[in-house]
């Protein structure tokens, strides 16, 4: 139609980065963070606590801060309970759960296809140092 652009278009204006909608969503979804967190709040329902203990590596502030971001775009709720201490739980929103899914194919893909990921690597890297020599 006339006056909007497709993909496709490659004489259109180039869309800056922070106005274009992929990007933003795929900074927000695309984190190795967020992934993990999805992909586990895919499984029901998580407290701080056990989410900090299954992803190996991540901090509490990280925690933090990826849980605020995912909820602030709706992708999961926060539900704290009244109770001595305070009892905080994450589940993810029908938004998360239809993403849920997808991470949960990715998941799955870098699962099964790791071994070949490891061997390509090997290969080139072994590659690059007799080229290098």
Same mark, same amino acid.
């Given at each position: 139609?006339?006056?909007?652009?497709?993909?496709?278009?490659?004489?259109?204006?180039?869309?800056?980065?922070?106005?274009?909608?992929?990007?933003?969503?795929?900074?927000?979804?695309?984190?190795?963070?967020?992934?993990?967190?999805?992909?586990?709040?895919g499984?029901?329902?998580?407290?701080?606590?056990?989410?900090?203990?299954?992803?190996?590596?991540?901090?509490?502030?990280?925690?933090?801060?990826?849980?605020?971001?995912?909820?602030?775009?709706?992708?999961?709720?926060?539900?704290?309970?009244?109770?001595?201490? #305070?009892?905080? %739980?994450?589940?993810? @929103?029908e938004?998360?759960? /239809?993403?849920? $899914?997808?991470? +949960?194919?990715?998941?799955?893909?870098a699962?099964?296809?790791? #071994?070949?990921? %490891?061997?390509?690597? @090997?290969?080139?890297?072994? /590659?690059?140092? $007799?080229?290098? +020599?």
């Open positions: 139609m006339p006056g909007q652009t497709t993909i496709a278009d490659t004489s259109a204006t180039p869309i800056a980065p922070e106005d274009c909608p992929v990007r933003d969503v795929l900074n927000r979804i695309g984190d190795k963070w967020s992934v993990l967190v999805l992909n586990l709040l499984d029901g329902s998580r407290r701080f606590t056990e989410l900090r203990n299954d992803i190996d590596g991540i901090s509490q502030r990280m925690l933090t801060v990826t849980l605020r971001g995912l909820e602030r775009d709706g992708l999961l709720t926060r539900t704290v309970h009244p109770v001595v201490p #305070p009892r905080v %739980d994450y589940e993810l @929103t938004l998360g759960r /239809s993403l849920s $899914e997808t991470i +949960s194919s990715l998941v799955a893909w699962e099964e296809n790791r #071994p070949l990921i %490891d061997r390509s690597r @090997t290969v080139y890297d072994q /590659s690059a140092l $007799e080229s290098a +020599s």
